[in-house]
């Protein structure tokens, strides 16, 4: 095998990045097909993870009962958040589309299980955190696989982990990392729906690049790097 990327396979790749969409409102009711999920599922569990400790497990939901409980933990998550915002925001925020736990194919909760292996995990005695990290690693595999499979994914975090892991009887030392809805879209917006709402839009590379120190943004042979990347078309 060629271990290189031929250009085709590099705008492949870029496609899914710049392509991928986080989908709330269109999903249809086609089911998945068992094969694909299964390389969606696959290409998530071939995520890097510290010391190889593989911490995520995948529980697939398709009961409607059990979507609708997850639903009503989403309904008051929401009306106790916007509680932290006050008008015009508020209402702003709850106009948005949120969700998509019952009108998805199917809802894939991905948890993350520190006892896996034993105490002992490479790498993640000095920062506890790196086991989450991996479990975030491989949620993004699952995202941009799906979007290749011309699947579409939600990540709903307003949620309570402790109502969720009653519902779904996850033991107490697993914690609900995400719950992603997953199904077949009618489209893929071309922007965040946050941005298409006015709600926040996409900075700029140039201001999230900082040089050798922390916010220090002042390097012109960098700056325009980024500049050239940034109006280079083949992978944007
Ligand atoms: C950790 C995490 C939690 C998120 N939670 C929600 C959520 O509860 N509801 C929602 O509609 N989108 C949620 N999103 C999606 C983001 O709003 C979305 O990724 C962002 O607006 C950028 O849009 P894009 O993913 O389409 O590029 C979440 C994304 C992440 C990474």
């Not at 999920?37 to 593989?54: D, E, K, M, T, W």
Request: aromatic letters at 10%; glycine letters at 4%; one cysteine or more.
């Amino acid at each position: 095998m060629n271990d290189d990327f031929s250009p085709e396979e590099k705008n492949g790749f870029y496609k899914a990045v710049f392509s991928r969409r986080d989908v709330r409102s269109h999903f249809t009711s086609e089911p998945i097909d068992e094969k694909v999920l299964s390389r969606i599922l696959n290409a998530a569990h071939h995520a890097p993870s510290v010391g190889f400790s593989q911490p995520w497990n995948f529980i697939l939901i398709k009961d409607k009962d059990t979507r609708k409980k997850v639903k009503e933990s989403f309904d008051k998550e929401r009306i106790r958040s916007s509680n932290l915002i006050d008008d015009p925001k508020r209402s702003k925020y709850l106009s948005l589309r949120l969700e998509g736990i019952l009108d998805s194919a199917v809802n894939v909760c991905v948890t993350y299980d520190p006892s896996k292996f034993g105490p002992f995990v490479i790498g993640r005695s000095s920062i506890p955190e790196t086991g989450i990290y991996s479990v975030c690693c491989a949620i993004q595999n699952l995202w941009l696989a799906a979007r290749t499979e011309e699947i579409g994914v939600g990540w709903v975090s307003i949620l309570s982990n402790d109502e969720l892991k009653k519902i779904l009887e996850i033991p107490e030392h697993v914690v609900p990392v995400a719950y992603l809805c997953l199904g077949h879209v009618t489209k893929f917006a071309e922007k965040p729906d946050l941005e298409t709402a006015g709600w926040l839009s996409r900075l700029d590379l140039k201001d999230v690049v900082y040089y050798e120190k922390w916010n220090s943004s002042d390097d012109p042979q960098w700056r325009q790097i980024h500049e050239m990347i940034v109006s280079n078309l083949d992978y944007a």
